[in-house]
């Protein structure tokens, strides 16, 4: 599978520990992340995006666009009390026009986000270790 980060570059990754390490210390901009893990026909794909401690995820099991896909449906509490009813992300290529804003309920833990990445990585498959609601 490979990983896209913000800044538009590809990474072959190699296994989860990899995973993990690109997540974790790729740069962002300004306090924003976003990456897109795909297999290696291109779906599906995991999106993640980080805005500090606060993520968002979108699964899309195909890039066909015949599929809006699923966003997560978090019990997490806020991050901290000062978390926002919505969220402000990044996308992949970094450009502010094409952020997007998500209601605090399709949001997590920077923690959980993560173990669902890893899932993914290892499954191909919607993570289980969230709760999901199909667009």
Known sequence: MKLTDIHSR???IRDIEHLETLLTETPGIDGYEAFVISGTMGEPELWVQFSGDVAYLHYFPTTDGSHPGFQPMSKDKPVHNTTPDMAIFLQVG??????IEMPRETTLTRARAITA??????SQNLPGCISWFEL
């Open 10 to 12: 590809e990474t072959e």
């Open 94 to 99: 970094g450009v502010w026009a094409d952020r």
């Open 117 to 122: 990445a890893k899932e993914f990585l290892e």
